[in-house]
């Protein structure tokens, strides 16, 4: 009976040996299987820097899938470029790290080909995005783009793309600019562009709508406005009707025309041969006469007049419409 008990016993350690040595290999099997990285021929990438998972399938249990992934291979091309990997230097990269032994499964090509995603900046996008940007400096007068060119426009990376205008780049009279451009992509600057030409700007001015005669006052019934290209004139002229009306032009001005402001000057307030007010002032006291103009006067002009009280010529400014203030 002792005999047969040994042999029943032994023959149950036996089973229980053989059990667990198959519980074993479907244990590694398994594990093989979940722990692997097989790396494309052919990636596309978004950043600076290539990682494993970036151009692979990593399977790794729990965390270690993350920690696997984010392994640096190195710099990304430039957008739109090709970088071709070795599969000696991905070994080297893989192996490298402590997380990865000979018995992980590891699928290289012999080549591995990466590629740099990347986008275009359209002209026609930065052209409208250039006149919102010249909106701000032309302070609600109407304005058309009349040319247009931009310098070290290229492919970018891709992601959020924005432009900033350097706004201590202005226009000058003519309407001329050249302005600075940083291109951002998702916030940082990648690029910066330099965009020239110029705009036409259009302006209201004060023009006449009859012929006005040389020194013969103007009347603000015979003014009206006119919208002009400023781009085109290479003089100052009047924007305001009531800086106008009342004045004198040197020279006349045809039907149309726009009014200079260097060829008009204040009227008279004192005509020759008019009768005026005299008014003398000496030691806080006001003394008024009447007289008689010598000579037409603008405000602050010093003319000649004659004392209708005593006859004489005397000098005063004129200070007001037919009144002189002398001194003695």
Same mark, same amino acid.
């Given at each position: 009976m002792g005999y047969i008990k040994n042999k029943i016993l032994l023959a149950i350690f036996l089973s229980f040996n053989i059990f667990l040595i198959?519980?074993?290999?479907?244990?590694?099997?398994?594990?093989?299987?979940?722990?692997?990285?097989?790396?494309?021929?052919?990636?596309?990438?978004n950043c600076e820097n290539i990682y494993l998972e970036d151009i692979a399938q990593v399977e790794a249990p729990s965390f270690l899938k993350e920690e696997i992934g984010a392994i640096p291979i190195g710099l990304s091309p430039d957008p739109g470029e090709i970088k071709i990997i070795s599969k000696e230097r991905l070994i080297s990269k893989i192996y490298s790290n402590h997380l990865i032994d000979k018995n992980v499964l590891v699928q290289i090509p012999d080549k591995i080909f990466v590629k740099r995603l990347t986008q275009k900046l359209e002209q026609e996008y930065l052209r409208s995005s250039f006149l919102k940007f010249a909106?701000?400096?032309?302070?609600?007068?109407?304005?058309?783009?009349?040319?247009?060119?931009?310098?070290?426009?290229?492919?970018?990376p891709d992601g959020k793309l924005t432009l900033l205008f350097d706004k201590d780049n202005r226009f000058d009279k003519k309407g001329?600019?050249? @302005?600075? $451009?940083?291109? %951002?992509?998702? &916030?940082?600057? *990648?690029?910066?562009?330099?965009?020239?030409?110029w705009i036409d700007v259009y302006e209201r001015f004060v023009c006449a709508m009859i012929p006005l005669k040389r020194n013969k006052q103007i009347e603000a019934q015979h003014l009206y406005y006119k919208?002009?290209?400023?781009?085109?004139l290479h003089n100052t002229y009047a924007t305001k009707i009531e800086d106008v009306a009342g004045k004198i032009p040197r020279n006349t001005i045809k039907k149309g025309d726009l009014i200079k402001t260097k060829l008009l000057?204040?009227?008279?307030?004192?005509h020759r041969g008019e009768a005026i007010k005299l008014v003398a002032k000496r030691s806080g006291l006001e003394i008024?006469?009447?007289?008689?103009?010598?000579?037409?006067?603008?405000?602050?002009?010093? @003319?000649? $007049?004659?004392? %209708?009280?005593? &006859?004489?010529? *005397?000098?005063g400014f004129v200070k007001g419409r037919c009144m002189v203030e002398v001194y003695y």
């Open positions: 198959c519980f074993n290999s479907v244990g590694l099997a398994n594990a093989k299987e979940e722990f692997s990285i097989v790396v494309n021929k052919t990636s596309k990438v909106e701000t400096f032309q302070e609600n007068k109407s304005f058309t783009l009349h040319d247009f060119s931009v310098r070290g426009l290229e492919p970018y001329r600019f050249s @302005i600075k $451009v940083d291109v %951002l992509v998702n &916030g940082y600057v *990648v690029d910066t562009l330099s965009v020239k030409g919208s002009v290209n400023t781009s085109r000057e204040l009227a008279p307030l004192v008024v006469t009447a007289g008689i103009s010598k000579e037409d006067g603008k405000v602050d002009e010093l @003319i000649r $007049v004659e004392n %209708l009280r005593s &006859g004489k010529i *005397v000098r």
